[in-house]
């Protein structure tokens, strides 16, 4: 089986790129907000339900703080499909489902699926804070900020607003939870503290950076106003304004894609930097998962709005994007097959008109 995925990078190729005059200022402004959103969570007692599908999963591997870190990582991994099959998420035995009140909460509908990179965890340099368990793949939530997703609403009617696609990588989950138990801890010391501590506190981050995509998504491939596309969530705690700078990076990544011919994918995506100092992205390789009907799906919609965005630039400035246009139409009757075995019908529908829509945008484009 075939995935569209991110082609291979020309390595030997030097990407032209442009530099944020202020990239300095952002990253400044963002760390600042990151280290003080990293001190509210650490002295915060956040209350997590007990139905949540990290809770549970470390509730049944009933990991010992004095197993071996092999032990922890053997053991997770055995167990980790039948797990994915009890939380209905996507691994390569089935499909799960879309499920509400999970980390975006309000209005969100997520499927989890679960990755795996085969990482070799070494114990004398493994460090709590460098595991990241949660990774949002794909969104098309705007909103951008640092309120915790236990503090965010939840749903309020049975309108679908935002669909979102989430990676968990059940073997850091269970390794940090290890490294947790074994520090000195005289309050927060329980499974929902880490998981509120940890792996939700990355996947704010992640969706931070996400937002990036999502905006130029919509400014692009939509055509919506810019002014209406940056939403930031506002907090308990001291933070200083992002808005002004990002507003600005924004419209600078706007003049930099539209300026010159991008030669490939891979030139768009250079030009655009991490939000903070410590890097966060949702390019993330599937491996195996890739050679599975029931992964493969989940894997194709980040790439696939990339794509939509690469397209209705090379369509605005007149030029083709000649190294994804015979992909896409190689691969289309493939992508929509793999999104028939998709269960929940709006699910479905988002996916399939994404796909439509990067099909009649490569159709013009390969003219």
Known sequence: MTIFTYPAEDVSRKYPRSNFNDLGNLHRVTEFNRKDYRAYVDRSSFHLEDQNKLVGILHHLTIDPEWSLQEVVDNTRFRANSLCTVYHITSINRIGFAEPEGFYRRNVREHWVLLDAFTDYDEKTLKLEDLKAVIPLYSTVLERGYKHTVEKSQTTSNEITDVAIIGLDMVALAVGWWLFMREKREVNTGIASYVCMYPLYHATLYQNQL?????????????????????????????????????????????????????????????????????????????????????????????????????????????????????????????????????????????????????????????
Request: hydrophobic residues 40%.
């Open 211 to 367: 937002s990036v995509i999502n905006i130029l998504y919509e400014f692009f491939v939509k055509e919506q106003d810019l002014n209406d596309l940056i939403k930031t969530e506002s907090v308990k705690f001291t933070t200083l304004n992002e808005e002004k700078l990002f507003r600005n990076y924004m419209l600078f990544l706007i003049d930099v894609l539209t300026g010159r011919r991008l030669v490939d994918v891979w030139m768009m995506l250079k030009q655009i930097d991490s939000l903070y100092r410590v890097p966060y992205t949702n390019y993330i390789d599937p491996h195996d998962q890739a050679l599975y009907a029931q992964t493969g799906w989940a894997f194709e919609p980040a790439f696939l709005k990339v794509c939509a965005i690469y397209l209705s630039i090379g369509n605005r400035m007149k030029y083709k994007c000649a190294d994804i246009n015979t992909e896409i139409d190689r691969l289309y009757r493939q992508i929509a097959y793999r999104q028939k075995n998709i269960p929940e019908v709006f699910f479905r529908k988002h996916l399939g008109d994404l796909l439509e829509e990067v099909k009649t945008l490569n159709d013009i484009n390969f003219r």
